[in-house]
């Protein structure tokens, strides 16, 4: 069983496993997630978006077409104020990535009030298990709101799940009014970090939550080593990881592992070696977005099949949804991962 720790620190909240630091969130403006009241500024119909104001510097980007088959928000006309939730943070140049389709996440499932979609978390493998649960979420919501049964929710007591969606109905049902009591652009509500954690991790098994002035000094060394473009691995090799525009690019090799040693146990061993240490190096910098993964070249099938089941089982922890789309044509490993928030740096 993992051992993991929250850390609930003076400047950001934290998170180790079996004593590796995976996750550091700094106290800093966190928006993925917020609820925010905006203003439609201009709309956009060649590019089928509007341009929305949410009382921040820029303009957040807002699809007419929401990513969901049962939700639809009417027409908007300049100068309408709605309710929008921030899917991703600005970075750099661009604005907010917005959604009228809002959702309100619990341990155990996420209600979603504008829409009437029922789902079950792909993390939920077995046949049986996701139609307990898809009769669950159904039962629970009704035609009242949409539902997405979470992970955790599939060993616990139906009672305590069926409790939260009730609580997540009343939390929305607070902030309508919130909504119609606002007259310009603003947050309406946020989340903290650590309660972030809290809810996400509290699906997962125990943990102990700490306070402290400052990360104990290994975990420190971690965080310092993690943000180096070159990591080591151990029993040589390293990863060299690059940001580009467009993506993350990360290099595995060799290094000093490949002296005298058989050459294919070796490469083999330096890839799977190198699957932890991307896992937790990609969690604990928030990367996201599309990452390709350039590892050793390897001549056999079964090791390529053995690295990436390796790297599949790496991510399982993750709270962000990763996808891992397989090999290209030119032999990288090619994944995607949500982007939710700033990226550590």
């Not at 992970?151 to 309508?176: F, G, K």
């Not at 060394?221 to 467009?246: F, Y």
């Given at each position: ?9 003076p400047d950001?909240?934290a998170?180790?496993?079996d004593g590796?630091?995976v996750?550091?969130i700094p106290y800093?403006?966190?928006e993925?997630?917020?609820v925010?009241?905006g ?7 060649g590019?089928d978006?509007a341009?929305?104001?949410i009382?921040?510097k820029?303009?957040?980007?807002l699809?007419l077409?929401?990513?969901s088959?049962?939700?639809s928000?009417?027409?908007l006309?300049?100068g309408d104020?709605?309710p929008?939730?921030?899917?991703k943070?600005?970075t750099?140049e661009?604005?907010a990535f917005?959604s009228?389709d809002?959702?309100l996440?619990?341990?155990f499932?996420i209600?979603?009030?504008?829409n009437?979609?029922?789902g ?12 307990r649960?898809k009769?669950?979420?159904?039962d629970?919501a009704g035609n009242?709101f ?6 955790a929710?599939?060993?616990a007591?139906p009672?305590?799940v069926r409790?939260?969606a009730?609580?997540?109905?009343c939390?929305?049902?607070?902030l ?5 009591e606002?007259g ?9 970090p ?5 809810r ?5 098994g125990?943990y ?8 104990p ?5 971690q ?8 990591i080591?691995?151990?029993g ?8 580009c ?5 990360i290099?595995?090799?060799?290094g000093s592992?490949?002296a005298?040693?058989?050459?294919r ?8 070696a190198?699957?932890?240490?991307i896992?937790g ?7 996201g977005?599309i990452?390709l993964?350039d590892?050793i070249d390897?001549?056999?099938e079964?090791d390529?099949?053995q ?8 991510f ?6 990763t996808?891992i ?5 030119l ?14 740096q």
């Amino acid at each position: 069983m993992t051992t993991r720790i929250l850390y609930q620190l003076p400047d950001a909240a934290a998170v180790s496993e079996d004593g590796r630091l995976v996750e550091y969130i700094p106290y800093t403006r966190q928006e993925a997630g917020a609820v925010f009241l905006g203003k439609v500024e201009r709309m956009m119909p060649g590019l089928d978006c509007a341009f929305v104001d949410i009382g921040r510097k820029k303009a957040g980007f807002l699809p007419l077409k929401e990513n969901s088959k049962t939700f639809s928000g009417g027409l908007l006309r300049s100068g309408d104020l709605i309710p929008v939730q921030i899917r991703k943070e600005e970075t750099g140049e661009k604005g907010a990535f917005l959604s009228r389709d809002i959702s309100l996440a619990g341990t155990f499932v996420i209600l979603m009030p504008f829409n009437c979609f029922t789902g079950v978390s792909k993390r939920i493998e077995s046949p049986e298990a996701r139609k307990r649960m898809k009769e669950t979420g159904e039962d629970i919501a009704g035609n009242r709101f949409g539902i997405v049964v979470r992970e955790a929710a599939e060993h616990a007591d139906p009672a305590l799940v069926r409790q939260e969606a009730e609580m997540l109905l009343c939390e929305w049902n607070m902030l309508q009014k919130r909504i119609a009591e606002g007259g310009k652009p603003g947050i309406l509500c946020g989340e903290d970090p650590l309660s972030g954690l809290i809810r996400d991790y509290g699906g997962k098994g125990p943990y102990t939550l700490e306070t402290a002035e400052q990360l104990p000094e290994p975990l420190r060394g971690q965080l310092k080593a993690a943000l180096n473009r070159v990591i080591p691995l151990k029993g040589g090799g390293n990863l060299v990881i690059d940001r580009c525009e467009a993506m993350t690019v990360i290099d595995v090799n060799t290094g000093s592992g490949s002296a005298g040693a058989d050459k294919r146990q070796t490469v083999l061993n330096t890839n799977l070696a190198a699957c932890g240490v991307i896992a937790g190096t990609v969690r604990l910098r928030n990367t996201g977005g599309i990452i390709l993964i350039d590892f050793i070249d390897m001549d056999y099938e079964e090791d390529r099949a053995q690295v990436e089941e390796h790297l599949r089982n790496a991510f399982r922890e993750d709270r962000e949804k990763t996808v891992i789309h397989g090999w290209t044509r030119l032999g990288l490993m090619e994944m995607t991962r949500k982007r939710r928030g700033p990226e550590l740096q």
